[in-house]
Each structure stands twice: as structure tokens, then as C-alpha cells.
């Protein structure tokens, strides 16, 4: 069975090319798609496993770093924690071999994905870490579509009349330099020639360099999902709408076969049934709802907080319905009473129409939650960036004045011939502060973050084997340890480095607790599902 469905995605992109097909013969494909969802993940997941496995210890840096970048582009669109994980990974290749240009690469990628996830100004800060004349020419259309995306989602995220228009300018300004640096004739080429039509106004030119940019070009890639969303829009702003409800759907399969999880298509398909089609509710909810899950999967906050200014009017338009099937009830009991002879058949009727209610009274209530469950996750985000931003910045300043100071005793000490004396300084309390008020900070935001965390852990542990921290403490070194294996940092290397202990001496502190196991040989993997909140 797994084969034939498998067999059905296959087909899919061999028949979608055809764009003039019956939008009922897409919508069909489209729901074929979406319940082949987790095969298409299953498929992606394995491409990802196959290109992990070929990593080996004794390879070459740039292979290495050929892998890791690999691993970054096949998440950049699926899921953000694990592309921001091979970033990182092929960064650290980067500084060791110290390549410019694989130095660029990194902070381009960076931004991208930073970008992507809402970090608007950190993402513009790793572009400025790049000197426009020392870059690589094979990397320039990189560049340029990378501050191109940045302002085009900053645009987006913003939405207002002050500061929108600005990031406008600014994301055609990067759009036309990306064009300078394209090959004529690609279809990389014609998609950002219809980008810059459509917004510098000419839709009917934009409409033509998209189906140029369309031609050959196969179903199962983030380019072909984005053309053919640039085509709707383009569409759409010429008053087609069946060619919008047309390519909208085109881009949803596409995003779903590839998969996507980073997509707007979706939701803005799930917007134009509920203005067009009205007695398409259901649907245009079920398309929400594959939405939201998409964009909690890939921890996407602009398409969080799009899909959260979608949801009142679907919600408003669910009220409706459900007004209205009441005002059928109170007819039809109106009827029944005046037609007695019909009576069986009406009771029939109204049961009908009361299982129908309480279905849309059921969907209201869960639409209900997920927007305020949504609202709280978009509020603890943003409290706990400003927490931790104040706590960053405490901790700069802190480390600045020390440095000045001590920058001081050394220039007092040179002017006064007293190197001597400066070569003696011990400064062994200082750096125990140091560690101390570094542990502080981390067990704090730590378990800021994850305030179930030791409750949940000594869950893991056999009875009367359990750790606590001591009176004074926040977390002891065993706790500490397992704190950072739970944030995803596993080598002991790293730990060690971290923690200011000796590689084998995390080790041991490992091996001793992962003997005081339940489960021994799953306990760290365990650890790493720990205070998971949102699912």
C-alpha cells in the first residue's frame, strides 16, 4: 500500500505541468497531496539520513563542510533549529580553514534562515559582516537574494505605512542588483524579472517572465512553488481570479510534494475559499489548520502571525454559519408545527440540523483555542527575548568595564616600570567569579526556559537515585551536564569546554549518571524530549 502511495506522488508532478487543467482535477491532486503529507516528510527525512551517514571522522574539511552545507540547504525550508545547527557546524568548518569565501557562504546562509524566522536585524548584521568588494563572484546572486529576502519579509512582517514602504524600496533596489548578476535566458532569471515587475507595477509583464520561467522546470522544487505563487499574485492584481485559484493550488502541490514547510500558498488558498467561496468553509479551514501546523513545525513567526490575522475572519465566518443553521432549526420546528402530517420527516430534519450545529460549535471551540494558544506562544516569545536580551547586554557591560579596568592596571603598570609586578597577578578569583556568575546566568535562563526540567529528569532515574541541586545551588554539574546534552549540544568536547572541565571528566560524569538509569540505553535521548511544550 505504502508503495502505491508513493507510486501517486510520483505521478503528481508529471501532471500538474499542465496548468489549464479543471480546477476540480487540481483540487483533487491537492487533497491527494495533503493526506500524502508524512510520506513526503518520511521521503526527505530519509534523503536527509543518507546524507548524514556518509560524515566520517577522518573526512576532509571541505567535504566536511560540503556535507554540512548540504544538510543546511535540505532543512532551510524544512525546519529552521536543524538549518541554524548546520550552519553552525559548517561555520566552525569555515574558521578553521579560514576560506573567505566559505566564511561568506556561512553568513549568507545565516541570514537567510535568521530572516526567515523573524530576526530581521540580526539577519542584515551577518550580511555586513561581508566586504561587497572582497566577495567571491559565484556568490554574489547569493548576496543579493539574501538581502533581497530580508527586506521583502521584514516588508511583510511590518505591514504598516511608515516603515514597509522603506523595506520596499529596499527589497527592489537588491532585486534589480540581483538581476545584474544572472545568467539571461534561466529561469532564475525570468522569476526575478516577474518579482521585479510585479512590484514596480507592471503585472502583465510580470505575468509573462513568470510562464517563461515556468517552462521546464519540474514540480518537486522550491523554485517551481514560488513561480507559480508569483503567478497568482500577478494574477490576482489583474482581476483573473480563477487563474489565481488556479496557480495558488499548482504552488500549494508543489509545496507539499517537495515538501516545504517555510510556504505562504496554503494559507493564502484557505483566504480566497473563504472570500469566493463560501459554502467551502470546511475547507478553507482544514487548508488553515495544515497551515499552522507547517509553520509551528518549522518555528516560522512571520507565517504564525500571517495565519494569525487569517484566523478571525474564518472564525467570524464559522459564527455566521452557525447563526444561520439555527435560524433552519427554528423554521423547521416552525414548520413542523404547521404541517403535523409531516412530523416524522421533520423530526429527522431537525436532528439533521442539530448534529450539524454541534459539529460547527465543536470546530469554533478548537478554532478558539489555537488562536489563543497561538497569542500566548507569540507573547512568551517576545517577553523572553526582551529577558534575554537585557541579560546579554548586562552581561557585555559587565565584561567591557572589566576589561577597562584591567586595561588600566596594565598601562599604570608599564608607565611606572613595574612589568614585574604585573606578571604576578594573579588573577584566579576573578575567573572563578567569572565561572561562577557564568553558571548563575545559564541555570537561571536554563530553567527559566525549562522549569520542569528537574522534576522531569529524576523521572528518568531509578528510586532513590535522584539528583537535586544543593542548598545555594540552581543546578549541581551532574544537572548542568544534562542541561546542555537536553539543548542539543551532545559532544563531551564541547560540554567540557563550556563547563571548564576536562573532556574524559564529562565523560565520567555521563557514564555515572546514565547508570542511575531506568532506561540506560535511551536515557540521553530521553533527556533531549524533556519539557517539550509545544507539539
Known sequence: MKNLLSLF???????VIHAQQDIKDLYRQLELSLAQRNIASQRKEARIDSIQNLITPDMSAQKLFDHYYTLYQE???????????????????????????????????????????????????????????????????DYYEAYEWVYSVWSEYTDDEYYAPHYRK???????????????????????????????????????????????????TRLYACITCGLAFAHSRQGHLQELERYLILSAISDNVCPLKENLSLQELALYIYRQKTQSMEQANRYLQ?????????????????????????????????????????????????LSLLLIASIVFIRRQL???????HSLKELNEQLCHLNDELFKTNHTREEYVSLFLDLCA??????????????????????????????????????????????????????QFITEFNALLRPGEEIYPQKGEIL????????????GIKDSSRIATLMFYSPQTIYNYRTSVRNRARNRDEFEEQVKQLCITLR
Open 398 to 451: 559587565s565584561y567591557i568595564d572589566k576589561l577597562n579596568r584591567y586595561q588600566d592596571l596594565v598601562k599604570r603598570k608599564i608607565k611606572a616600570k613595574q612589568a614585574d609586578d604585573l606578571l604576578k597577578q594573579n588573577n584566579t578569583k576573578m575567573s572563578e567569579a567569572d565561572t561562577k556568575r557564568f553558571f548563575v546566568n545559564f541555570d537561571t535562563a536554563f530553567l527559566t526556559l525549562y522549569p
Open 476 to 487: 549541581n554539574t551532574e544537572l548542568r551536564i544534562f542541561a546542555l546534552i537536553r539543548m
Open 75 to 141: 532543512y532551510l525550508t524544512y525546519r529552521s533549529d536543524s538549518a541554524f545547527f548546520y550552519i553552525d557546524k559548517a561555520e566552525e568548518i569555515a574558521s578553521r580553514t579560514n576560506i573567505l569565501k566559505q566564511k561568506h557562504l556561512c553568513y549568507i546562509s545565516r541570514a537567510t534562515v535568521l530572516a526567515t524566522t523573524g530576526y530581521f536585524s540580526q539577519a542584515l548584521s551577518q550580511l555586513q559582516h561581508i566586504d561587497r568588494a572582497s566577495i567571491d563572484s559565484t556568490l554574489l546572486a
Open 170 to 220: 529596499k527589497e527592489i533596489l537588491y532585486n534589480d542588483s540581483l538581476l545584474q548578476v544572472l545568467p539571461p535566458g534561466s529561469n532564475e532569471y525570468y522569476y526575478w524579472t516577474g518579482e521585479y515587475k510585479a512590484r514596480t507595477g507592471d503585472q502583465e509583464g510580470a505575468q509573462k517572465a513568470y510562464e517563461k520561467a515556468l517552462k521546464g522546470m519540474p514540480v518537486n
Open 290 to 338: 495544515y497551515s499552522m501546523e507547517d509553520a509551528t513545525f518549522y518555528n516560522n513567526r512571520l507565517r504564525m502571525l500571517e495565519i494569525a490575522r487569517k484566523i478571525p475572519a474564518i472564525f467570524n465566518a464559522y459564527q455566521q454559519e452557525n447563526i444561520d443553521a439555527k435560524h433552519h432549526l427554528t423554521a423547521a420546528v416552525i414548520f413542523i408545527s404547521a
Open 9 to 15: 506522488l510520483f505521478i503528481i508532478p508529471l501532471q
Open 355 to 361: 448534529r450539524q450545529v454541534n459539529k460547527a460549535q
